[in-house]
């Protein structure tokens, strides 16, 4: 089990460019054609998504944090995501860039911005 002092420090700067490299990856022609078959697959529904999509995506970004020096397997991927929520509440570009890589395997989903009462009163 790795010990803390082998995650590097993640910065915000850093975790806008691991971000932003894990999109460009996601983004080239062989990646795209695979989520785009395992979309085919699942097409709307959660469960299908985290079984099809998620590893996918996780496999990739996996791929590239060992890039930046985070061990390899579970171990490095759950403690960047640790690090990454925590930077998200103080960087807005971080939030963003990580919604982004979120959309990848989570569907969009539908949000009834009215009061419940509302939308009680509507039915």
């Given at each position: 089990?790795p010990?803390?002092?082998?995650f590097?420090?993640?910065?915000?700067?850093?975790?806008?460019?691991?971000?932003?490299?894990?999109?460009?990856?996601?983004?080239?022609?062989?990646?795209?054609?695979?989520?785009?078959?395992?979309?085919?697959?699942?097409?709307?529904?959660?469960?299908?998504?985290?079984?099809?999509?998620?590893?996918?995506?996780?496999?990739?970004?996996?791929?590239?944090?060992?890039?930046?020096?985070?061990?390899?397997?579970?171990?490095?991927?759950?403690?960047?995501?640790?690090?990454?929520?925590?930077l998200?509440?103080?960087?807005?570009?971080?939030?963003?860039?990580?919604?982004?890589?979120?959309?990848?395997?989570?569907?969009?989903?539908?949000?009834?911005?009215?009061?419940?009462?509302?939308?009680?009163?509507?039915?």
């Amino acid at each position: 089990m790795p010990k803390t002092e082998d995650f590097p420090a993640l910065t915000t700067e850093l975790a806008i460019e691991i971000l932003n490299r894990t999109l460009e990856t996601l983004q080239t022609p062989e990646n795209t054609q695979k989520l785009d078959e395992a979309r085919d697959n699942v097409g709307n529904e959660m469960l299908k998504m985290m079984q099809f999509l998620f590893p996918i995506v996780m496999q990739i970004q996996m791929d590239v944090i060992t890039e930046f020096g985070f061990p390899e397997g579970r171990e490095g991927i759950v403690k960047f995501a640790q690090m990454l929520r925590s930077l998200e509440v103080e960087n807005s570009e971080v939030a963003q860039l990580h919604s982004i890589v979120r959309s990848y395997y989570l569907p969009s989903v539908a949000v009834n911005a009215s009061p419940p009462e509302e939308r009680l009163n509507s039915s």
